[in-house]
């Protein structure tokens, strides 16, 4: 079973600060990490999906790190926002086979206030 | 034009009912997903199958079945309803390949056993 964890639970941010969170998965056997982003009453949406040590991906204000080495990827959210509120799952597949489902983290609460 | 939909949005059964829940997706995907929302809001993975495989997450009671008419549909069958399966069930989609393509979620069914 693999064991991915997030930090911090939650987060209170103020409108136009920066922040970020981490998430940590088992270094070894690393196929991919997944970044959703699940705001209340909706379902999970993909954000990022990496593969490679060292990959940095970005959307908008939104970026992501991953080191698969030392087991830990990083979200960064520049200018929070309002709409940014959402909780921020990360999640990793079982294994390398085609059908993978996710073991997912207990995600990161973030909430920005005005 | 919908991605991955769920029907219904809402079942509320009586213990001892078997149910079910539809899942279609749009996207071409091969693969598809069945996730279970617990009270905690934990996602965690219940079935994830192909038209190559099924893989089963062993937890999983067999009174849960998946059941896939075609490529783009899967089906969770749920016998002898209990009390603690009462939780959100959300279905994905995603291509194949090495856990590293993006999962879609569909909205998620509610399910209250009474």
């Keep these: ?20 969170f ?17 705001e209340t009453a ?41 709409e940014d509120s959402a909780t921020y799952l990360c999640a990793s597949p079982y294994s390398g086979g085609g059908a993978d489902g996710l073991t997912f983290g207990k995600g990161t609460h973030l909430i920005i206030q005005p | 034009d919908t991605a991955v ?15 079910s829940i539809k899942c279609e997706q749009n ?6 997903y069945w996730y279970k929302q617990d009270s905690k809001k934990f996602l965690k993975i219940m079935f994830s199958y192909n038209n190559k495989e099924l893989i089963i997450n062993e937890t999983v009671p067999n009174r849960f079945s998946p059941k896939s008419p075609d490529k783009a549909h899967l089906n ?8 603690g399966d009462s939780a959100v069930y959300f279905c994905a ?17 509610r399910l209250t056993v009474t």
């Design chain 1, 42 to 82: 909706k379902s999970p949406e993909a954000l990022f999906v990496m593969t490679l040590n060292g990959d940095e991906k970005k959307k908008g204000r939104i970026s992501a790190t991953l080191n698969t080495k030392e087991g830990y990827s990083y979200l960064y959210i520049k200018g929070s926002q309002p």
């Design chain 2, 76 to 83: 969770l069958h749920i016998n002898s309803l209990e009390l």
């Design chain 1, 1 to 20: 079973i693999l064991n991915v964890e997030q930090s911090p639970q939650s987060l209170h941010v103020q409108e136009g600060d920066s922040t970020n």
């Design chain 2, 5 to 19: 939909s769920q029907t219904p949005k809402y079942l509320v059964t009586q213990m001892g009912n078997d149910k």
């Design chain 2, 93 to 109: 989609s995603s291509s194949t390949g090495t856990g590293g393509y993006e999962q879609y979620f569909g909205p998620g069914t």
């Design chain 2, 27 to 32: 996207l071409g995907h091969d693969t598809m």
């Design chain 1, 22 to 38: 981490t998430c940590s998965f088992p270094s070894s056997n690393f196929y991919a990490l997944h970044w959703y982003r699940w």
